[in-house]
């Protein structure tokens, strides 16, 4: 079974600085990749998604990117942070169309 | 048409009890609904899914209800404790597809008192 490691666990950064939050997965090849984002007692919002190397496809207009440098890699990037983008953010995976796994996530404050 | 509306948006049952979570949805291409548990801090876990071919799945003291016509499913938990004392989420998508875009809820936050 896959395995979803984010990192940082806990981020804490200032009004208007980069981000980057990185997403891998062990023990599948060729998944599906997905950025979540949880507001504070809030449901989940997708944000991106990847089928493949270079493929990212975004759900919502926003001030974040995403890349997949990598098969089992995913990248959630900004250049400049809002106070909008606090919360926590989570990548997920599946494979041919398997049950959708969960990382433990990165709580991400801007102040 | 591609919402997913879950009720209540919190719950508070005594040990014992059958809190029941319910969602609605809209899309009859939907093909696959599962649950989600979710505790604080922590990334979303699968608790349990449903195709919409069956009226009802049970693992363990979690059980699905589904209902086809009326476009509605619900989570019971059979004989709560407190450790099931999380965040809740159903979800809802279109699996044939080969690519998996889940349509979440937006949860219901479950106290189970001592």
């Known amino acids: 079974s896959q395995t979803i490691h984010q990192w940082p666990a806990t981020l804490v950064q200032p009004v208007g600085s980069p981000l980057s939050l990185e997403c891998t997965v062990e023990g599948t090849s060729n998944p599906n990749l997905y950025w979540y984002r949880q507001a504070a007692g809030r449901g989940l919002q997708l944000l991106f998604y990847s089928v493949g190397i270079g493929q990212i496809s975004s759900e919502v207009p926003q001030n974040l990117s995403a890349s997949r440098p990598q098969d089992r890699q995913f990248i959630l990037s900004s250049k400049k942070l809002l106070l909008s983008d606090s919360g926590f953010y989570l990548c997920a995976c599946t494979r041919a169309g398997e049950v959708q796994y969960f990382g433990p996530g990165t709580r991400l404050l801007v102040l | 048409q591609q919402q997913v509306k879950q009720s209540p948006q919190s719950l508070i049952v005594q040990k014992g009890g059958i809190p029941i979570i319910n969602c609605a949805y809209e899309n009859t291409a939907f093909d696959y609904f599962p649950w989600y548990q979710q505790f604080p801090g922590k990334g979303p876990a699968l608790l349990i899914a449903?195709?919409?071919?069956?009226s009802e799945k049970k693992e363990g003291r979690f059980t699905i209800s589904f209902n086809k016509s009326a476009k509605q499913f619900s989570l019971h938990i059979m004989d709560s404790q407190p450790g099931d004392s999380a965040t809740y989420f159903c979800?809802?998508?279109?699996?044939?597809?080969?690519?998996?875009?889940?349509?979440f809820g937006t949860g219901t936050r479950l106290l189970v008192s001592p």
């Open positions: 449903i195709r919409p071919d069956v």
């Open positions: 979800a809802a998508s279109i699996m044939n597809t080969g690519f998996q875009k889940l349509v």
